[in-house]
């Protein structure tokens, strides 16, 4: 068997690492190392990204991270009889959550669109939406689109002009950043800006919200503005800074499917810098209180 690196060592991550860790390093190594982003070095990043994908496959997964654990490498080789398929199921690409290990209650009803599916080869991901077969010795002319952070989740057609040759790309509802469209001739990467207020992880957004200390002492309702909506939230009386709510189905849709996403409302409780006379003086009467 040839020798490989350890699995942990590859996503820089401990033997005890958490999964949502191991989630993290991934996705940080397989930005870095995707060979579309390292054009000037694409042989070795095409090694490095085939290699963190393998080691994500294994150690995400608690059965094989067990068998890896006790046995290395040699339980996957062939050769040694032990061998099984490291990249049966697995998903690179799950939905996280970046205010993990925070408070959090949930409203209304969801799923997660990449539960259970194989994507198999990295560099195909997308075309498993979009239909069509890729081949790495055959590359195709590509061109990149720059979109709007809600143009993207919305879905848009925007008119290109490619080698003299005016096309209208239709963007889908729900394309990411690097998202890949296919076409005859040729394939356009979505690029997607940033936007002010959401962020977005997966089919899932994040968006901050402040809050008053007197509403977060003895809670109160408020108006929560959503990609199509503003909704009535109720803020619990005691809640915390960064606690975090879940508005199930509001988030961003899924490319071919009905399904949307969440959206988490993180609330920050807005201390202000400076006071009245009046509040300073009501606020020290509630510190006599002990409160």
């Given at each position: 068997m040839v020798n490989k690196r350890d699995y942990y060592d590859i996503l820089g991550v401990k033997k005890d690492a958490s999964k949502a860790d191991i989630k993290a390093a991934y996705r940080k190594a397989a930005l870095k190392w995707h060979p579309d982003k390292n054009q000037n070095n694409k042989k070795e990043a095409e090694t490095k990204f085939k290699e963190i994908n393998e080691a994500y496959q294994v150690i995400s997964d608690d059965k094989k991270r067990k068998t890896y654990d006790q046995f290395g490498h040699a339980a996957f080789d062939p050769s040694s009889g032990m061998g099984s398929n490291p990249f049966a199921?697995?998903?690179?690409?799950?939905?996280?959550?970046?205010?993990?290990?925070q408070t959090t209650y949930t409203y209304t009803s969801g799923q997660n669109p990449f539960e259970n599916m194989d994507f198999g080869d990295p560099f195909d991901i997308f075309e498993q939406f979009f239909g069509g077969g890729f081949s790495r010795a055959q590359r195709r002319q590509r061109y990149s689109l720059s979109v709007e952070f809600i143009e993207a989740i919305k879905g848009v057609t925007k008119e290109v002009e490619i080698e003299g040759k005016k096309h209208k790309i239709k963007v889908p509802a729900g394309a990411n950043d690097g998202t890949r469209l296919r076409f005859n001739d040729f394939d356009i990467s979505i690029n997607v800006k940033t936007h002010p207020i959401f962020r977005r992880d997966g089919y899932d957004l994040f968006v901050d919200q402040k809050i008053s200390v007197s509403t977060a002492i003895l809670g109160s309702q408020i108006d929560i503005k959503t990609i199509?909506?503003?909704?009535?939230l109720k803020v619990r009386p005691g809640t915390k800074s960064h606690?975090?709510?879940?508005?199930?189905?509001?988030?961003?849709?899924?490319?071919n499917s009905n399904a949307?996403?969440?959206?988490?409302?993180r609330f920050i409780i807005d201390i202000p810098e400076k006071l009245s006379r009046e509040q300073r003086n009501e606020l020290e009467k509630l510190q006599s209180l002990g409160l």
């Open positions: 199921g697995g998903n690179p690409f799950g939905g996280g959550n970046p205010f993990s290990g199509d909506q503003v909704l009535k606690t975090m709510v879940r508005l199930r189905g509001e988030g961003v849709p899924h490319i949307k996403g969440d959206l988490y409302v």
